[in-house]
């Protein structure tokens, strides 16, 4: 993946997740429900509250909101800055309703965790931590500090000591639990959908590169007869033009650049992969197509093909679909990038499976990550030294995850471990015989058509190079 898509994929804009709209809706809630709170204390139960001060602070609120409806468009996305202002805004206006209304003797006093969850999930750590501790202070300060509730025969509502005490503990827990799982959980959703439009984006380009193929083999056999031809007329007129030098170079020129011609479409197009009669190929060939390109890397790639014990000596046929072919390159890119001399693929099926095993003779899976290989962004901390092995390696941890995905798209399951051998010193001195990825499908999730009695591939549709208006 290129340092732009890298870029592309980096958590720059969190806070841009949230519209101010959706901030001013909820405040206009809260509002309401204060208002509503202090009319029932006051009018029913008769409580004594300083319901001037308390009006003053939800106005503030009210003109918070008429001031972001009339400046900002409906459609504003908030900054990281913009996000944690209005935030630490509604804590403090929060606590100043909850210090003329007898402070954590009030119950509404969970509310003061709703921001900070909010701020868990659409900002940044930096932010997230300045507004729990902002949260945890004034929650102590209320602790403290705080106008008593008159109750209506004149007497103080407050806590017993170890209540309060309690309810700040709990608070000031609460405060700091819900922000770590509001912001673990949502990491986790986005980064999983980063790497899933990762995955699209691969499996996209993948299938135009086919594609491309197909169009150029296509044109190569279409322009085959063609050239041929040229070709062939150009030879006869050399021939009789021996005596006319002036004229015998034109016709070489003309075949010299049928020759190239011919050289260049060979070049651009090795097969004609939108060919009905090479959609499918066999096992062994799509392994290696998806090999080709780091056979020639310094590392010798050993390929062992043959039948389980008891299976037929034929290949099966196997559809080659894009996901297939990027899933097991990512695979054996992966094996070549991190072996010390050697690759080897094992392809082998029976009558119900199909198997692909690569293995290396490198350091195996570093045995922290072995257990959440497939996870996306998984990699060790110390990833120096891979950058010694791959030269200008910057990647996302996201190839195997984008090969378990693609693979398990197409029907297989994937399974990773660590082979072991005495004398070789893998992660942390342990004994390890490289990395080994088992990729097995059922045969019924790779349909053969030689295996369907009385299916045929049919003919090729005709292509027309040149179509009529």
């Not at 409580?47 to 009339?70: T, Y």
């Not at 990762?198 to 996209?204: D, M, P, V």
């Not at 959609?279 to 010798?300: F, I, N, W, Y």
């Not at 200008?392 to 195997?400: A, I, P, S, V």
Request: aromatic fraction near 8%; include cysteine.
């Amino acid at each position: 993946m290129s340092i732009s898509e890298f870029e592309m994929f980096q958590d720059q804009q969190r806070s841009n997740w949230v519209r101010l709209r959706t901030l001013v809706t909820l405040r206009w809630f809260a509002a309401a429900g204060q208002a509503t709170a202090i009319l029932v204390a006051v009018q029913v139960y008769g409580l004594q509250i300083e319901v001037g001060f308390a009006a003053m602070v939800i106005a503030a609120s009210l003109l918070a909101n008429l001031f972001c409806s009339f400046v900002y468009p409906e459609n504003k996305r908030l900054s990281e800055r913009e996000a944690s202002f209005w935030m630490v805004f509604d804590i403090v206006q929060l606590s100043l309703l909850l210090f003329l209304t007898g402070g954590l003797n009030n119950p509404f006093a969970m509310l003061v965790l709703a921001p900070v969850t909010i701020a868990a999930t659409v900002l940044h750590l930096r932010s997230t931590v300045f507004l729990g501790l902002a949260a945890i202070v004034l929650i102590s300060l209320l602790s403290q500090l705080s106008l008593p509730i008159i109750g209506a025969q004149g007497e103080m509502l407050v806590l017993p000591g170890l209540f309060l005490f309690g309810f700040w503990v709990a608070l000031t827990i609460g405060v700091v639990f819900l922000a770590i799982y509001a912001r673990q959980v949502t990491t986790e959703m986005h980064t999983m959908g980063e790497a899933l439009l990762a995955t699209q984006l691969a499996l996209a380009r993948e299938q135009k590169l086919t594609d491309l193929g197909g169009v150029v083999a296509a044109a190569a056999h279409e322009l085959g007869t063609p050239l041929a031809t040229i070709k062939l007329v150009s030879s006869e007129l050399m021939e009789e033009l021996e005596n006319h030098p002036e004229l015998l170079e034109d016709a070489a020129l003309i075949r010299q650049q049928a020759n190239r011609c011919r050289d260049i479409l060979h070049s651009m197009g090795r097969a004609g992969k939108d060919d009905l009669h090479l959609r499918h190929a066999p096992l062994e060939t799509v392994v290696r197509e998806a090999a080709e390109p780091h056979v020639s890397r310094g590392k010798t790639v050993v390929f062992k093909v043959g039948p389980a014990l008891g299976a037929e000596l034929a290949q099966p046929t196997i559809p080659r679909r894009p996901e297939i072919i990027h899933g097991l390159r990512n695979l054996i890119q992966n094996a070549v990038d991190f072996s010390q001399s050697k690759v080897h693929v094992d392809i082998n099926w029976s009558e119900t499976e199909i198997n692909v095993r690569i293995s290396d003779d490198g350091q195996g899976f570093p045995p922290s990550v072995l257990g959440r290989i497939g996870d996306p962004y998984v990699r060790r901390r110390r990833y120096t030294e891979d950058r010694g092995r791959r030269p200008g390696y910057e990647g996302m941890g996201l190839g195997l995850f984008i090969a378990k995905t693609l693979l398990e798209r197409s029907g297989a399951k994937l399974t990773f471990a660590n082979s072991r051998r005495h004398g070789h010193a893998g992660w942390a001195g342990q004994a390890t015989g490289g990395a080994i990825v088992q990729v097995t499908w059922a045969r019924s999730a790779l349909p053969d058509p030689n295996r369907a009695p009385g299916r045929a591939l049919g003919k090729n549709k005709p292509i027309d190079l040149w179509p009529t208006a």
